[in-house]
């Protein structure tokens, strides 16, 4: 069974508004978890996600090394 086109952009924006909402919620720990600047951590995590998602798309493969090295970490302790 195919997926119609429209599903699967729904569902990509779906995971990017997952991955900025994490990486929102990191900043915010990262910088002492400061009350009322949630915009300015939801936007900077938009152009960090934009910025991955742009070297992924051309090759880098940088990202993904990352995210393989993160696991390796929490998988040897």
Request: no cysteine.
């Given at each position: 069974?195919?997926k119609?086109?429209?599903?699967?952009?729904?569902?990509?924006?779906?995971?990017?508004?997952?991955?900025?909402?994490?990486?929102?919620?990191?900043?915010?720990?990262?910088?002492?978890?400061?009350?009322?600047?949630?915009?300015?951590?939801?936007?900077?995590?938009?152009r960090?996600?934009?910025?991955?998602?742009?070297s992924?798309?051309?090759?880098?493969?940088?990202?993904?090394?990352?995210?393989?090295?993160?696991?390796n970490?929490?998988?040897?302790?």
């Amino acid at each position: 069974m195919t997926k119609h086109p429209i599903w699967e952009e729904h569902t990509m924006d779906i995971d990017r508004e997952d991955r900025i909402r994490i990486r929102a919620h990191e900043i915010w720990e990262r910088e002492g978890k400061p009350f009322g600047r949630e915009e300015e951590h939801w936007e900077r995590a938009g152009r960090e996600v934009e910025a991955g998602q742009n070297s992924l798309q051309a090759g880098s493969g940088s990202a993904t090394t990352l995210q393989g090295e993160k696991r390796n970490q929490r998988t040897a302790r």
